[in-house]
């Protein structure tokens, strides 16, 4: 597969940053006043409130690694693995454009990690 043209992969990743934005603004939604008498309401509430928290998180990392891939088109070094310098697979930066290493890196770094 040949590498997307810069100005594409521009366009889609701005376009994931605004998206990622949005969905940020959003914010979250404070729970409902609590009640007496139902603690499985109550139980739903806090699932809720720590899910979307959790969600909230997960936009603000991705937000973060759109920016850095934005940052890396800016300075040439787009598809190159921070990690070992070698190419990010094309296959990949179709799947993730703002991918940083390339897979073996990629699993490295997520088993360090944990």
Do not use: N
Request: glycine letters at 6%.
């Amino acid at each position: 597969m040949t590498t997307p043209d810069q100005a594409d992969v521009r366009r889609l990743l701005e376009a994931e940053r605004d998206r990622v934005r949005a969905v940020l603004a959003d914010g979250i939604q404070a729970p409902d006043q609590m009640t007496y008498g139902s603690q499985a309401a109550a139980a739903s509430q806090v699932f809720e409130q720590q899910r979307d928290l959790a969600l909230h998180d997960r936009a603000a990392i991705h937000l973060e690694a759109i920016e850095a891939a934005l940052a890396r088109l800016d300075a040439g070094t787009y598809g190159t693995c921070v990690d070992c310098g070698r190419g990010v697979a094309p296959d990949r930066l179709d799947a993730l454009p703002w991918a940083a290493r390339c897979i073996e890196c990629q699993a490295t770094y997520d088993r360090q990690r944990r």
